[in-house]
């Protein structure tokens, strides 16, 4: 098979696109992948950056749709199903193998590209919203980067799991565009969110930028919000004076999704069950951003590095 090979730690420029054996089946699903979604770790494990180093060569990519070649007995898959699935690695090939417990069944109204841009953000988005958030009936959500994966994910997740209203922040008018078609109710600039939005307007803010932008944030919040740090896209890691969080009763969450949902036997299965007929409705919709062919990895990759991504990168076989 075809496959994208990192044997060295100098970036996606020293990536290689090369022939390798397909992978080994033991007790995993094979997956005749059609789609990969492309994450901002990936770009980190070219450079040795990411937490998860797995010893050199190796390849990427932990997120993938596609068909089942074959499936161990009891897994409930069977050749020729269509599957989302969670590669974790190995994924930016032509076959992957993956966890019978991490694949699942990938709706027929639902493409391939979208099934590779479904269960990493939508998933992030359930557990910091509803699990971690306790997102409530008619409660008013802000998302910043709402133009990205993570955040296009939050937006529909919160409209799905009844939220009153959405309000995404952006940095461009193009991004907007994504963000209203994501099915965001109002969009405003980052530069000046604060006077746009409002003083103690926000019962939840979805966070995965961090940044400068926190404290405003922060002050958006009415008593007893909730600020849901998913990440530091902006590169800053924000500080937090804890009076402010004191005299509203504001509650300052970490979401680490994937330490916890791997952690926990099942947990991951439930959550796409949860959203399962919001996806198959078309509620929870993933918007493609870029696609690139496989052996044009090293663009998806540093396309990451830009800023410029409006919703999930694909790579296609």
Not at 49 to 61: N, R
Not at 235 to 258: A, F, H, Q, S, Y
Not at 262 to 275: C, D, P, Q, T, V
Request: proline content about 5%.
């Amino acid at each position: 098979m075809h496959a994208i090979s990192i044997t060295t730690l100098d970036g996606p420029d020293a990536i290689e696109y090369a022939e390798l054996p397909d992978p080994e089946a033991g007790e995993h699903v094979i997956v005749d992948v059609k789609a990969a979604g492309v994450a901002f770790p990936e770009l980190l494990q070219t450079r040795g950056q990411y937490q998860i180093k797995p010893p050199l060569p190796f390849v990427p990519g932990a997120e993938v749709a596609g068909i089942v070649k074959s499936a161990p007995e009891g897994s409930g898959l069977a050749p020729g199903d269509r599957v989302a699935a969670l590669s974790l690695i190995g994924g930016f090939a032509e076959k992957a193998a993956c966890r019978a417990d991490l694949t699942f069944a990938l709706p027929d109204s639902v493409g391939f590209n979208e099934g590779a841009a479904f269960l990493f953000n939508y998933c992030t988005a359930y557990f910091s919203l509803v699990e971690r958030g306790k997102l409530a009936e008619g409660e008013t959500v802000l998302v910043q980067g709402a133009a990205g994966g993570i955040g296009t994910a939050s937006i529909q997740v919160a409209k799905a799991f009844g939220a009153g209203k959405v309000i995404a922040v952006v940095s461009t008018h193009d991004k907007g565009e994504a963000a209203r078609k994501a099915g965001a109710d109002e969009v405003v600039m980052a530069e000046g969110f604060l006077e746009a939005v409002g003083k103690k307007s926000v019962d939840i803010v979805v966070d995965p930028v961090g940044g400068d932008r926190f404290t405003d944030s922060l002050r958006t919040l009415r008593r007893d919000g909730r600020i849901l740090v998913i990440g530091f896209t902006g590169g800053e890691i924000p500080t937090v004076k804890v009076n402010r969080l004191l005299l509203n009763n504001i509650g300052v969450i970490g979401v680490g999704w994937g330490e916890y949902a791997l952690a926990h036997e099942g947990h991951i299965a439930g959550e796409y069950e949860a959203m399962r007929p919001h996806l198959e409705s078309g509620a929870l919709a993933p918007l493609v951003g870029s696609t690139y062919p496989l052996e044009a990895a090293t663009e998806a990759l540093k396309s990451m590095e830009s800023r410029t991504v409006i919703g999930k990168v694909v790579l296609t076989t």
